[in-house]
């Protein structure tokens, strides 16, 4: 094992609590720190402390699974306070560039992101298999820490990716951000319209699995890569938009070139998820 230990996780939700089981499943002591009182915590972890300095104070390797706002404010604190102990800090969020400009020539420090999760959130739904086989991205930094942050995520049974932070944040506002907005607004017009639920077949209720993700998750991640996702939408938009035209005139010329591209696409990305 090359990354220090204790390993201390600020934020034991969905993610940072299944990298504690994770990490305790392989032997490896785990303190937490977490504002909520879900007594749920205290299953997850070796042992609970009250701030982020006692968790500073007391970690080696520390990992801050909190929302964006949160992390960079936690970066900032732990900055300011130099952290002797810890040897290396990273965090989990799913949007990059702040995150790394905040970071900006902290030695100690390399900006990750699982490619895991479910629509669910906080500390029950944490499970140590979370990050089996599931690609794990990081952004390149010194080079003293990068064996380690390797090493932690091979660990967890995923798959180090190394992408810089505006590449990352691009490819995620198409791969996960705008998945999300879509499903949100085909729910929202579903449940607008009163459609009756018995009228939704397999293909829709698979579809609208994302639509139960809480808002204040997600606020954070839409105000945080709104650049990226906005170009997104407006690209995404202008296709519904040209399509919706030519179906009106009777073309489906369009259509049938955008199933093309779809089934190709399905190969290469659901199949590809299916043999992880």
């Not at 934020?11 to 990298?19: A, N």
């Not at 749920?40 to 500073?56: C, F, G, K, P």
């Amino acid at each position: 094992m090359s990354f220090g230990v204790p390993l201390g996780i600020a934020g034991v939700g969905l993610i940072g609590g299944s990298i504690a089981l994770g990490a305790r499943e392989r032997g490896i002591r785990v303190i937490g720190f977490d504002r909520s009182r879900d007594e749920t915590i205290h299953r997850l972890v070796d042992e609970r402390v009250d701030s982020l300095d006692e968790l500073a104070r007391r970690s080696r390797t520390l990992i801050l699974a909190l929302p964006i706002d949160a992390t960079l404010s936690a970066i900032r604190a732990l900055r300011a306070a130099d952290a002797p102990n810890v040897q290396l800090v990273i965090d989990v969020a799913s949007v990059k560039a702040p995150i790394a400009r905040e970071a900006a020539g902290w030695s100690k420090f390399i900006g990750t992101h699982p490619i895991a999760g479910t629509q669910e959130s906080g500390p029950r739904a944490a499970r140590p298999d979370l990050f089996e086989s599931r690609t794990w991205t990081y952004v390149p930094g010194e080079r003293a820490l990068e064996q380690p942050v390797r090493a932690l995520i091979e660990m967890m049974g995923a798959r180090p990716f190394a992408i810089d932070p505006d590449g990352h944040d691009r490819s995620l506002a198409l791969t996960s951000h705008l998945p999300q907005v879509v499903v949100v607004a085909l729910a929202a017009m579903l449940q607008e319209r009163g459609i009756p639920a018995a009228l939704a077949g397999p293909g829709l209720i698979s579809t609208l699995r994302l639509a139960g993700s809480p808002w204040e998750l997600w606020e954070t991640i839409l105000r945080a890569n709104a650049s990226a996702l906005s170009e997104a939408l407006r690209d995404l938009g202008n296709r519904l938009c040209g399509l919706a035209d030519d179906l009106k005139a009777g073309d489906t010329s369009r259509a049938a070139s955008y199933f093309g591209g779809a089934n190709a696409a399905y190969e290469m990305f659901c199949n590809m998820d299916e043999n992880k």
